[in-house]
């Protein structure tokens, strides 16, 4: 039996969209918007190995970005308002609980937070970050030591569940 395209398109699931955080600060980026994506690699039962269908779309569009040969590639995209809002007043304490991917909106914090005039004037800043793996999931690694350096933030701590012979650890 034949299936014609427009009977596939009719039986074929709709692939949900994707949302991603932003993960940049429009005032420290206000003609930019950056997002965080982790390009994990699953091994299926079969020993070959997959990628996730967006994440591989787009790491396939930044690959070829740039290059001659790069296609014109179009997607849709559309930004909502954010729940997080940064405190009026720097100097208001924070606390930032990032479990897993939910670290990135606060990456736009610690960004907006290092225009800061007088960094000795921004009030306390704690983060609290969880992934699987220190090696492959920790993505903002080197920005949070960074900002912790530069007393952007004052502390981060980090906790790891998928790390090789140790204790899971959640935030």
């Known amino acids: 039996m034949k299936l014609t395209m427009d009977a596939f398109f009719q039986v074929s699931g709709r692939i949900m ?26 091994v299926l039962p079969s020993g070959k190995t997959k990628m996730g269908l967006t994440s591989q779309f787009l790491d396939k569009v930044f690959a070829d970005f740039g290059s001659d040969n790069a296609e014109k590639v179009v997607c849709r995209a559309f930004v909502k308002d954010s729940m997080f809002d940064m405190p009026d007043n720097e100097s208001t304490p924070m606390i930032m609980v990032g479990p897993g991917t939910g670290v990135v909106p606060f990456i736009g914090f610690m960004q907006e937070r290092s225009l800061s005039d007088d960094i000795s004037k921004l009030g306390e800043a704690k983060l609290y970050f969880g992934c699987r793996n220190r090696n492959s999931d ?18 981060a701590n980090y906790a790891f569940s998928r790390e090789q012979g140790k204790p899971k650890e959640y935030v």
């Open 17 to 42: 969209p994707r949302y991603y955080t932003i993960a940049s600060s429009s005032k420290m980026f206000p003609d930019d918007l950056k997002i965080g994506v982790s390009l994990t690699t699953a």
């Open 138 to 155: 920790f993505i903002y690694r080197d920005e949070i030591a960074d900002r912790v350096d530069k007393k952007i933030i004052s502390e």
